[in-house]
């Protein structure tokens, strides 16, 4: 069961910089205070989405790893 | 050329779908670019996920556009069992299956895993009940793999078939899996249906292969459709192109011609399926009244439309097609996956049909615009290529 969330990028088999981009692509579409899921499975995504969430003001709600699959829950400034 | 019975291989394009690649093939622009000659591109291709997601119905991001078929097979067999982490995969098919799912399966089957091939009846159908005993423990296997009992993770269900025109019943096949096998993911080959047979909700799998040929557009062209939640690794990686699961470039001219193509499919679609059945009754009926003519596969109401294959007793397929081509009609050998190899079809052999029918096999096509001046034409070609060689042959 997934956490709620608005908005989902699956990045599945793409590896950094493209899940930051497929990110920085969806929040842009997005409202402040709603929640973006982003699935991935490139370990670099535990530095590089946090970092760019710091840099850009979004909130990092969550990162949890099942197996492959990185789900990070990014609530949008 | 007089009569053109090759839309197996490709459609003359319509004029709707000819103007979308000579306008985008004149326009300068990366649709990933920032500036305004971008926006044209970019707008194009999201009419085109538009119009052909709207085959199955799901969201417009659900349609990955790869080039041709045989690519967006290789990334739902390869793509879908890596972003499932299986290492040593059970993929289930049939022996009536497209050759590049067949190759792909045995590439992957090839250390590790097992390919289990369904039994087909001499029609070419698969049973769901047979089908779902396969994926969801053991059953008759390829030879070159070894056994196993594991359940299945992919199964290949193959909506029309090429060669002999059979029609799965692809619904009633993918129920029969999920039911006994939920795990497994499941790949509908839909490139000889799209556009003629609906394919609503992806008719229960979960990735769907789509040709551009069928409807009316280039046959380089095609795509993926991808159910919502279904998890993808891409096979061409580079960027963002395609939600990163195809990296690479655009094929702006091709993506829009397909989604035109499209398009006019979805708008024409009854007219187009009941003229091509009226073709295969036609050609048929000439063909059969050749001596010693069989027809493989089903009966015209139940194959493909359009499609007509036939054997005659005592010649060779290739020398037919090329006796016909001579006269300027345009058909292909019974298989154009074996044509030079010097063998009979896998496919014929495994709905039981004896070698020497197998070899004499010829595939006739018609499209929605074949005239019936045109079937005339191929019909006395036939009739006249099969009486020249067999008066050649030593009796």
Redesign the interface.
Known sequence: MSTPHDRSV??????CP??V??AR?AVARMAPGEVLEV?ADDPMVFLDLPAWCHDHGHEVLSMEQR???ITSLIRVR | MTAYLDHASAWPLAEAVRAELERWNAHVGSPMALHEAARGPAEAIDAARRDVVALAGWPAECVIFTAGPTEARNLAIK?GL??A?VDAPVIVADPLAHSSSLAVARTLTRRAGALRLAPVDPLGRVSPAELATLAASNGPLDVATPETTTPADLVVITHGQAEVGTIQDAAALAAAVRAACPDALIVLDAEETAGLMPLDDGLGADLVVIGGRTLGAPPWTGALLVRPGT????LV?G??EE???RGGAHDVPGIAALGMAAREARADRVARVERMRACSATLAEGLLAVPGTRLNGPAVPDRLPGHVQVSAEGVEGEAVALAMAARGVAVSPGSACTFGAGKASPVLEAMGLADEAARSAVLLTAGPATTDAEMDEAVAAYAEAVASLRGMSPA
């Open positions: 699956d990045a599945l088999g793409t590896w493209v899940p981009t497929m692509d699935l197996r492959d699959v | 793509g890596s972003a982490g998890r993808l690794h891409p990686e960027g963002l939600g990163g699961k």
